[in-house]
Structures are given as C-alpha cells and as structure tokens.
C-alpha cells in the first residue's frame, strides 16, 4: 500500500508546473496532495480497504454459490427432461401399441363380420331352396292331384260309356268279392 501512496506522489508531476515553491501552503497542488495523503490515511485506519475487499469476497462466494445453484438446477433440469422424454417414448410406444391393437381387433372383427355375413347368406339361401323345394313338391303334387282328378273323370267317362247294366253288376260282384278275400 505504501508503495502505491510512493507511486501517486511520483505520479503527480504536474504539480511541479505550478508557480512558486512546491512545499508551500500557498500552493494548491500541495494542499491537494496533503488532503489525499490525508484522506488515504483516513482509509487505512479505518480499514476501508479490508472491508472493501470483504465485501467483494462476499460477493464473489455469493456468485459461485449461484452459479453452483445454477449448474445443480441445469442438471436437474436435464434429469426432469431426460425423465419427461423417456415417459413420453413409453407413452409413445404404448399408444403405437393400442394403435396396433385396435388395428388387429378391426381386421379380425372385420373377418368375424365376413364370416357372419357368409352363414347369413348361406342360411338365407338354404332356406330360399327349401321354400323353392316345398313349393315345387306342392306344385308336382297339385298336378298329380289335377291329373287323377282328369284321369278318373276320363275313366268314368270311357266307363261309362262302354258299360251296360249286365257288366256293371258283374264288376260290383267282383269288386265285393276281392274286398271280401282281403278281409278275411
């Protein structure tokens, strides 16, 4: 510190300038500098430059505490994210999965519909050619109805007229007989 005071005297050169004796209470530059040398020592008795760099101390470990705080809060941050991005790559990976999921479900309800449409189709039609059977079997039989009904009106007639009374008793007699060697 005294070397500091030493080079400030030195420095002042230009207080040579002045006219007149230099170590004179007439000179200002000299009142001057007996005023700094004062107000320096006025310093360093009352140790302004320890509580100056206290100070500065202070406030250089209330920096590093921050930037310690800072550099833990940019992991943490980095942790958070690093956990943020794993959840929303399983979150990611489970939706890919539904997605999935539905898509099989979709394709097999889809294939269950088809084969449910087939036996539908297939019952529908079946019982289609039942009812065309039915109605077939109905229609060959109202025309083997139709047809007796012609044939024995055509017999009756033909009968009718080729028969005289003489073979007419003869075919009752022997109709009574073969119903009468039937039942017995």
Known sequence: MKK???????AAQPAFAASGPFFSLGNTNFIVLISFLLFIGVLLKFGVPGMLTGML????????????EARALREEAKAILASYERKRKDVQAQADRIVASAKDEAVEAAAQAQKDLETSIARRLAA?????????????????????????????????????????????????????????
Request: charged share 30%; no cysteine; proline share 0%.
């Open 4 to 10: 500091a005071l030493l080079i400030s005297v030195l």
């Open 57 to 68: 101390d202070k406030r250089a470990e209330q920096i590093k505490s921050d930037l310690d």
């Open 128 to 184: 289609a050619e039942e009812r065309i059977a039915s109605a077939e079997a109905g229609a060959v039989r109202a025309v083997r109805e139709q047809a007796i009904t012609v044939a024995i009106a055509a017999a009756a007639d033909v009968l009718s007229k080729q028969m005289t009374a003489e073979a007419s008793a003869a075919s009752i007699d022997d109709a009574i007989k073969q119903v009468d060697a039937k039942l017995h």
